[in-house]
T-cell receptor
Framework: KQEVTQIPAALSVPEGENLVLNCSFT??????LQWFRQDPGKGLTSLLL?????REQTSGRLNASLDKSSGRSTLYIAASQPGDSATYLC???????????FGSGTKLNVKP | DAGVIQSPRHEVTEMGQEVTLRCKPI?????LFWYRQTMMRGLELLIY????????DSGMPEDRFSAKMPNASFSTLKIQPSEPRDSAVYFC??????????FGPGTRLTVL
């Protein structure tokens, strides 16, 4: 069974910093990797989807990279803002491309 | 589009009662997913449907849980009888093919 790990579990940074969130997975035979954010008491919001044939995806200040061979993905957030404070979740799917396995998330706090 | 719609948003019930959670996926999406989120176990996939047909229910914890999708715009997750350990946030999500999944706001279930 695919295991997904996110380190650190929590991160606190001052506003304006660039930061990297990490996601690792045990089985490199993945189909998709998706990054989400979750605000307290809310559902998940999709940020970026990377298909296995891709190396990275970008959306605004966010950039996600994928290295299947090493079983790792990173989410880079540029010029962080207090509004970026949330829990960020990484999810991967394998040959069953719709069955996602989730990490436990990184709780980000961006201080004004 | 209104996004994925779930009802009720909060449900408090007593042990032994039947609970029914409802979901309306995004129009045009052909996959529907039910997830459960707890502090201890994180986010877990319970079951998913493709074109209204259940594809994988291996995540359903036990026979007390059942899910149906009578048409493309409606699904239910039923727990009968409910137990305190079923207390969690239940999310519904939908997608088109292997594209990104979109989540609803969730139903917070408390079983007393």
């Amino acid at each position: 069974k695919q295991e997904v790990t996110q380190i650190p579990a929590a991160l606190s940074v001052p506003e304006g910093e660039n930061l990297v969130l990490n996601c690792s997975f045990t089985d490199s035979a993945i189909y998709n990797l998706q990054w989400f954010r979750q605000d307290p008491g809310k559902g998940l919001t999709s940020l970026l989807l990377i298909q296995s044939s891709q190396r990275e995806q970008t959306s605004g200040r966010l950039n996600a990279s994928l290295d299947k061979s090493s079983g790792r993905s990173t989410l880079y957030i540029a010029a962080s803002q207090p509004g970026d404070s949330a829990t960020y979740l990484c999810a991967v799917s394998g040959y069953n491309f719709n069955k996602f396995y989730f990490g436990s998330g990184t709780k980000l706090n961006v201080k004004p | 589009d209104a996004g994925v719609i779930q009802s009720p948003r909060h449900e408090v019930t007593e042990m032994g009662q039947e609970v029914t959670l409802r979901c309306k996926p995004i129009s045009g999406h052909d996959y529907l997913f039910w997830y459960r989120q707890t502090m201890m176990r994180g986010l877990e996939l319970l079951i998913y449907f493709n074109n209204n047909v259940p594809i994988d229910d291996s995540g359903m914890p036990e026979d007390r849980f059942s899910a149906k999708m009578p048409n493309a715009s409606f699904s239910t997750l039923k727990i009968q009888p409910s137990e305190p350990r079923d207390s969690a946030v239940y999310f519904c999500a939908s997608s088109f093919g292997s594209n990104e999944q979109f989540f609803g706001p969730g139903t917070r279930l408390t079983v007393l």
